[in-house]
Every structure is written in structure tokens, then in C-alpha cells.
């Protein structure tokens, strides 16, 4: 397994560019293959692990999946023949749900791996297949698979989305496209990557209407065509870079974002006692010598957002002051608090509640990533503690960042990677 050899006590500063959005190119890689005519372009891919795995299931389907460059991806579904995803692939990722969505509506058949991903929760799929039994699937779990088929057309429904689930939003509308008649999805989640998938899918012929509110409409229509498509930023990688420049007292400029995307952590990060300045499509921040310490509560967009809520942590372990950290989304999100101990944090947890007291000072310790953001903060601990410290496990922090250790070297940090 790869290590992250980090020596910390170094300020970042510097600009560093952000990747396009994982949480909106996962499923909208799986939304290209609806279109049954013209090949799709996608701009703005990051080449996280996940991305690489996704397209080879695709491949795989009978799909051609080409790098044209490092960003840019073509994709085309003409030939798409293959209901089953391979199953040590598709286990792998998360992301691999919204397979199920695609295959019910293009094949009328589906059985794909149950997923995997990070250990941050339960994560259940039962919202996903209540939302395909709702549009007419018969659904079943078997062999560690999610099967599914359909009589002609997945026909349209009011669908309530329980918990505002993100993945469950996103797979209703993939299915949904071509659906027939028209299907309402109430409680949808609201997230800016729901809103980019929207597009992407009316650029392909679609017709949804209301993605970024809690009410979603599509229209169904029999087929769908390729087309282009440019994936917004990363707000979850950006904040995290936001966050570490926060942690070294550094100034640090993040382009290729958009501001009001991180409304809320850029809030969060004034009240801290950082220094914000932003732009149409860049945030930077100017750190403080010792941050104050705020109290965060994890929610669905527009609030706090829980995939940067362990790099808050990071952050809030040498404020000034008591935090308590509520982590609403997702149970079990606090496991990397373990190793962050090692590294000299006073961090409290009781279920789902965090007491984080400031310390003066982390020190370099061996730690372990067991998840993307978990592994991220402990990342970014590392560059604030005195001494060497060793991340193992870095195959998960490459799930969504990529090539951690070289942005975060241009910027000034003391890192490199052990093979």
C-alpha cells in the first residue's frame, strides 16, 4: 500500500487548480450510455480511481469509453448489449448504483454488484430500489447483487426521496429520463452536482425541470442522444485545499471554482477567524496563527457539507477554544478521530457528536486513511504537526483527489509518496 510521507510546520502558499467534480462525473459517465445515438463529450474529467473503474464497467457493457486528453472523455453507448457489470469491479465503487438506473432504462434488465466504496455508514441502497419498484422494476437482492427487470418501459411516479438521499436523486433521474409519462420526485436532494447532471441530461434531449430544488419533474422521452458537456468544479476538493492553507496559516488561491458552492464552509471559515477574498472563479484564503473555534452541524446542500466535515476536524483540533461537531448525513463519520489522537488531538466522540478542544500543537505520528475525507485530514493535520508523519492506506485519498502530494508540494508542503 502507498504512504504519504509528510514533515510538517511548513505555511502553504501558492494557487492550485481544482479537478472537475467527482460527485457529478460518476453519474453523469453512467448517463452518457441512455443516449442510443451520438457520441458524448465530456470536459473537465478527473481521472480519479473511481472514474477509471466506472469506464472499464462501461467497456465492459459494450460501450466505447476513449481519453481524447487528460480531461476529456468520449463516450459511446450505441452498442451497449451487457445487463450484468462485473461484479469485482462494480463492488468496488459507490458510484456503481447508478449503473442499475441506466441498465433498467436502456435493457429492461439489471444486476449489478452491490457496492462498495468508503465504511462512512450504512449508505443503504433500499431508497434506490424503492425508487425503481416505484417506476414499475421488479427489484431483488441476490448473491451480493441488485437485480432488477422491467415489463416494456419503467413507467413515470411520484417518487418521495427518503432523506434527501443524494444517490437516490441521481438514479431517479437517470431512469426517469426514459421513463414513460412523467415521474415527481419529491424531497429530492438539492446539491449543485444534481443541477449539473440535470443539464447534462436536457443537453442530451431530456426533459427535467426543478434540479437544485426539492422538487424534481421529468418528462419522459423515448430516447436520448450524445452531447457535450462541461463538469463543474470540485467543491469538495476545493475545500479541502481552502482548508489546509486554513490549518498552516498559509494564503492560499484556489481557481477553478465557484464561490457560492462553499457558501456555508466559507461562513464557517470567517467565523473561524480566516481571512476570505474570492472571485467569479477563484477562493482565496489567508490563514490566522490560531483559529477560533466554531460549532458545525452537518446537512444536506446548502448546509455544512459532510465530505469536508473530517478536514474541519483537522482544522477545529488546534482552534482556540471548544467545538462540537454534530454529523447529521452519515453515521460512523468519526473513525479517523482515532488516528488524529495520535497525532496529539483531543477529540470526544459520542455517537454522532464530536467535542473537539484545541491543542497548541500536533506532532508527527504514523497514521491510517480509512476513507477519501477522513483520509484528507488526517492529510492535512499532518501538515500542521511538528515533525514526520507517515499516511498509509493512500489508495482511498486517491478515490477523490488527484495526485494529492503534487498540488499540495507546489503550494510548499515537505510530501511525497512511498510505493
Not at 435493457?107 to 457496492?115: I, K, N, S
Not at 447483487?145 to 436523486?169: H, N, P
Not at 426543478?210 to 450524445?226: C, D, F, I, M, Q
Not at 493535520?381 to 493512500?394: I, M
Request: aromatic share 4%; with cysteine.
Amino acid at each position: 500500500m502507498a504512504q504519504l510521507v509528510i514533515e510538517g510546520g511548513h505555511a502553504l502558499v501558492g494557487d492550485v487548480a481544482v479537478e472537475g467534480s467527482k460527485n457529478s462525473a460518476l453519474p453523469i459517465i453512467v448517463a452518457a450510455a441512455l443516449a442510443a445515438e451520438g457520441q458524448t463529450v465530456l470536459e473537465n474529467v478527473p481521472r480519479y480511481t473511481d472514474i477509471l473503474d466506472l469506464c472499464q464497467i462501461l467497456r465492459e457493457l459494450g460501450c466505447s469509453v476513449q481519453w481524447l486528453w487528460d480531461n476529456r472523455l468520449a463516450i459511446d453507448a450505441t452498442q451497449l448489449s451487457t445487463h450484468r457489470a462485473r461484479y469485482d469491479l462494480a463492488k468496488k465503487l459507490r458510484g456503481s448504483t447508478y449503473l442499475v438506473g441506466l441498465l433498467l432504462a436502456r435493457l429492461g434488465q439489471a444486476d449489478v454488484a452491490f457496492p462498495g466504496g468508503c465504511q462512512i455508514g450504512s449508505r443503504p441502497v433500499n431508497f434506490h430500489i424503492q425508487g425503481f419498484q416505484a417506476l414499475g422494476a421488479d427489484m431483488r437482492l441476490e448473491h451480493g447483487s441488485i437485480q432488477g427487470t422491467v415489463s416494456g418501459r419503467l413507467k413515470g411516479s411520484r417518487v418521495y426521496v427518503e432523506r434527501a438521499s443524494f444517490g437516490t436523486t441521481l438514479n431517479l433521474m437517470i431512469a426517469g429520463s426514459l421513463a414513460e409519462g412523467t415521474t415527481i420526485l419529491e424531497n429530492a436532494a438539492m446539491e449543485p452536482e444534481i443541477v449539473d447532471v440535470a443539464n447534462f441530461l436536457n443537453a442530451m434531449g431530456a426533459r427535467v425541470r426543478g434540479a437544485g430544488t426539492n422538487l424534481v419533474r421529468l418528462e419522459g422521452v423515448k430516447s436520448l442522444k450524445g452531447a457535450h458537456h462541461e463538469i463543474i468544479p470540485d467543491r469538495l476538493e476545493a475545500g479541502t485545499y481552502l482548508l489546509a492553507g486554513a490549518i498552516t496559516g498559509g494564503v492560499v488561491t484556489v481557481s477553478n471554482v465557484i464561490p457560492e458552492h462553499l457558501r456555508t464552509v466559507l461562513l464557517k471559515l470567517d467565523q473561524c477567524g480566516a481571512h476570505i477574498e474570492e472571485d467569479m472563479d477563484w477562493i482565496r484564503i489567508m490563514g490566522v496563527p490560531r483559529v477560533q473555534a466554531v460549532d458545525i452541524e452537518t446537512l444536506p446542500y446548502p448546509g455544512f457539507p459532510t465530505d469536508l466535515q473530517p478536514q474541519m476536524v483537522s482544522l477545529l483540533s488546534l482552534a482556540d477554544g471548544v467545538a462540537v461537531v454534530q454529523e447529521t448525513v452519515f453515521e460512523n463519520r468519526f473513525g479517523f478521530t482515532h488516528d488524529l489522537a495520535r497525532l496529539g488531538a483531543d477529540v470526544k466522540v459520542d455517537r454522532e457528536t464530536a467535542i473537539i478542544r484545541g491543542v497548541e500543537r500536533l506532532t508527527g505520528a504514523p497514521v491510517q486513511a480509512q476513507d477519501i475525507r477522513g483520509g484528507a485530514a488526517l492529510v492535512l493535520a499532518a501538515l500542521k504537526a511538528e515533525g514526520v508523519s507517515v499516511v498509509d492506506s493512500v489508495e482511498y485519498i486517491d478515490r477523490g483527489y488527484h495526485s494529492i502530494e503534487e498540488k499540495l508540494g507546489a503550494l510548499g508542503a515537505k510530501i511525497s509518496r512511498n510505493l
